[in-house]
């Protein structure tokens, strides 16, 4: 399935008033600043990767990885280069 960053940032912000955890203390707990969570909540596509993986494990949000079937492959520069 394919996610926009809007949906992310709302399933994030779902999760957090959940917990009944304010966005501050998000921040405090994360690492991170308020403005971060504030723009990742509204679904701002270009927040860094590495706090976003930072919130989502704060808040105890697991994602799963999938590569392709043989079927679906795309093809990558990467993959000329396999023997």
Same mark, same amino acid.
């Given at each position: 399935?394919?996610? @926009?960053?809007?949906?992310?940032?709302?399933?994030?912000?779902?999760?957090? *008033?959940?917990?009944?955890?304010?966005?501050? $203390?998000?921040?405090?707990?994360? =690492?991170?600043?308020?403005?971060?969570?504030?723009?990742?909540?509204?679904? *701002?596509? @270009?927040?860094?990767? =590495? *706090?976003?993986?930072?919130?989502?494990?704060?808040?105890?949000?697991?994602?799963?990885?999938?590569?392709? @079937? $043989? =079927?679906?492959? @795309?093809?990558? *520069? $990467?993959?000329?280069?396999? $023997?």
């Amino acid at each position: 399935m394919k996610y @926009t960053p809007q949906q992310i940032g709302a399933f994030i912000r779902r999760t957090r *008033k959940n917990l009944g955890v304010t966005q501050k $203390a998000l921040a405090l707990t994360s =690492g991170t600043g308020l403005r971060f969570i504030i723009e990742l909540e509204r679904g *701002k596509p @270009t927040c860094q990767l =590495g *706090k976003v993986l930072t919130i989502l494990q704060t808040l105890g949000i697991t994602i799963d990885l999938e590569a392709p @079937t $043989a =079927g679906r492959r @795309t093809t990558q *520069k $990467a993959d000329r280069h396999e $023997a």
